[in-house]
C-alpha cells in the first residue's frame, strides 16, 4: 500500500467507499450491515486501507451508521470524509451516526460558520 503524508497523518492513496452499504439494491440489510460490512471494512484495514469514504445521502445516513459502527474500536490512524446535504442543524444529524469521528471543535466552528448554522457538538 502507499501512502500520502498529509501534515503528519499517514493516508493510503486507496480508500473504501461505502455508498453501497445503506442501499438496498446492493444487498444492504440486517445481515450486510452486522456481518458482510464490518467484514469488508476489517479486511480493507488489514489491506493497510486508512481512508474511508461516506456520505450522509448514502442509504439515508445508514452508510453512515454502518461504517461508524465497522469503525467502533478501531478508530486509530482511520480517515472518515462524509458529505453533507444542507440539512441543519449538521452536529446532532452526523456525529450520531460516524460515532467514531473525530471532529475538532475549531472545524465544526468554521463549518457553521460558512452555513451560518449554529454548533452542537453532543458526544
Known sequence: MRYLEIEGARLSVIGLGTWQFG??????????????????????????????????VYGLGRSERILGSALDGHRDGAFLATKLMPVLPLPRIVLPRLPTAHIGQAE??????????PVVVRR
Open 23 to 56: 442501499s438496498r439494491e446492493w444487498g444492504y440489510g440486517d445481515a450486510f450491515a452486522s456481518i458482510t460490512a464490518p467484514a469488508i471494512v476489517r479486511r480493507a484495514r488489514e489491506l493497510g486501507v486508512t481512508f474511508f469514504d461516506t456520505a450522509e
Open 108 to 117: 465544526l466552528e468554521a463549518l457553521a460558520d460558512a452555513l451560518a448554522a
